[in-house]
């Protein structure tokens, strides 16, 4: 069955092909008066970690917004393996400091989707934001307010807020950026064991290190697509300073 663009991504479910979470073909895409993603066509693997790589601008968060649902594509087609809603977590950058949230008001808000925002948690929905905030390390912080806790412990709760959405599907946006190198190992490990435990995980990242230990990765320059397979297959040396230093 092939469903097209212009609904929900959670209405678009269908059969793809063994192995692929997700299937996009000839997919454009970007914001009014400025088209960004080009006749992209790729797939995510299932059961596995992709790393969305390329340069700033090339596309990377453009089409994880398309695979959440939150942007729509112009054109191509896009279809889901049957499971859960994709759950997304955003830059960290773009999640305001200033808002007066403590960091369980942050992960109950992976709730709402279910619940709706005006409905009181349920205590099996406590419950899942109990066992997504132990699981990040973030059960002690409940009560501090998200703008002062630290990069890497914000990050914790947004992923926990991601995980609350007890989604198979879980896509992030530079999670890594501009974290200390023990806050980045230490959400690489969790992001590696929630795929051995069943989530297909999407990160865009600038951290070539992470994409190396990915097990797949698409390579994206200017909105179209510049190599999808193995790390060490699409992050040749040469691919990347053809990328990251044009002509
Ligand atoms: P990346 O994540 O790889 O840095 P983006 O997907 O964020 O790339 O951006 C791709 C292009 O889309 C960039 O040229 C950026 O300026 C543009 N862009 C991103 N967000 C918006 C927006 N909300 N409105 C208009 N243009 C945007």
Known sequence: MTIMFNKP????TADTPKGERVRFDDLDAGYPGRPVLRQLSA??????????VGPNGSGKSTLLGVLAGVIDATSGRLLYARGRPPAFV????AVGDALPLT????????????????????????AVVDSAMERLGVAGLAARQLGELSGGQRQRV????????QSDLLLLDEPTTGLDPEARERITALLTD????GTTVVQATHDLEAARSADACLLLSEGRLAGQGRPE???TPT???RIWQPA
Do not use: C, F, K, N
């Not at 960091?103 to 406590?126: F, I, K, N, S």
């Open 9 to 12: 991504p959670r209405m678009r």
């Open 43 to 52: 797939h995510i693997p299932s059961l596995a970690m992709t790393a969305l």
């Open 90 to 93: 955003p830059q960290r950058g």
């Open 103 to 126: 960091a369980r008001q942050t992960v109950e808000m992976g709730r709402w989707e279910e619940r709706g925002p005006w409905r009181r948690l349920t205590r099996q929905d406590r």
């Open 158 to 165: 947004l992923i926990a807020q991601g995980l609350a959405q």
């Open 194 to 197: 929630l795929v051995a435990d």
């Open 233 to 235: 297959e699409v992050l």
């Open 239 to 241: 691919a990347l300073s």
